[in-house]
T-cell receptor, first 116, second 114 residues
Framework: AQSVTQLGSHVSVSEGALVLLRCNYS??????LFWYVQYPNQGLQLLLK??????LVKGINGFEAEFKKSETSFHLTKPSAHMSDAAEYFC??????????????FGAGTRLFVKA | EAGVTQFPSHSVIEKGQTVTLRCDPI?????LYWYRRVMGKEIKFLLH????????ESGMPNNRFLAERTGGTYSTLKVQPAELEDSGVYFC????????????FGEGSRLTVL
């Protein structure tokens, strides 16, 4: 069975500082990996995804994540935080070999606070 | 293009009552998913429709929950009778084909059972 663990339910950074949100996954097959973001009073939206190929993937708003198979990790980073990055971030995994569509498994989320 | 819409945005009911949540997916999206998030915890999969057929309902908590997707368009999720532990935010998501697995989410329906 697949699972996702996000380390830290809350992360606080200063504006301009590095953002690092940690995600470890468990999967018996090569997974597809995702980061979603939820801004207040909105639905989740896709930040970036890893399917195959290059292990460093770039997403919207300057975020990127690196798939490390040996560490079963998919940490999300951004070099310089902006106030508008304050939101809740969800790491997710799905099995691309499942039949009949993708069942995506989500982590518990990490709320990012950005201090001025 | 309209996104995924959910109704109501918030519902407050008493234990034992019935609530029906509705989801309208993005037009043309065959896959429709229901998820639930209980306060502060992970977003848990409930079930997956492909068109009007239930592909996977392994996440449905018990038989008090009934999901339908008539005609392969909108979907409803009915909870009857509601219990206190059913409180949470119910998310609907849709996706096109088998693609890359990207889900498009609605804003969620917050259910409070008193």
């Amino acid at each position: 069975a697949q699972s996702v663990t996000q380390l830290g339910s809350h992360v606080s950074v200063s504006e301009g500082a590095l953002v690092l949100l940690r995600c470890n996954y468990s999967s018996s097959v090569p997974p597809y990996l995702f980061w979603y973001v939820q801004y207040p009073n909105q639905g989740l939206q896709l930040l970036l995804k890893y399917t195959t190929g290059a292990t460093l993937v770039k997403g919207i708003n300057g975020f990127e994540a690196e798939f490390k198979k040996s560490e079963t990790s998919f940490h999300l980073t951004k070099p310089s935080a902006h106030m508008s990055d304050a939101a809740e971030y969800f790491c997710a995994v799905s099995d691309p070999f499942s039949t009949g569509g993708f069942k995506t498994i989500f982590g518990a989320g990490t709320r990012l606070f950005v201090k001025a | 293009e309209a996104g995924v819409t959910q109704f109501p945005s918030h519902s407050v009911i008493e234990k034992g009552q019935t609530v029906t949540l509705r989801c309208d997916p993005i037009s043309g999206h065959d896959n429709l998913y229901w998820y639930r998030r209980v306060m502060g915890k992970e977003i848990k999969f409930l079930l997956h429709f492909v068109k009007e057929s239930k592909q996977d309902e392994s996440g449905m908590p018990n038989n008090r929950f009934l999901a339908e997707r008539t005609g392969g368009t909108y979907s409803t999720l009915k909870v009857q009778p509601a219990e206190l532990e059913d409180s949470g935010v119910y998310f609907c998501a849709s996706s096109q084909g088998l693609g890359t697995g990207e889900l498009f989410f609605g804003e969620g329906s917050r259910l409070t059972v008193l």
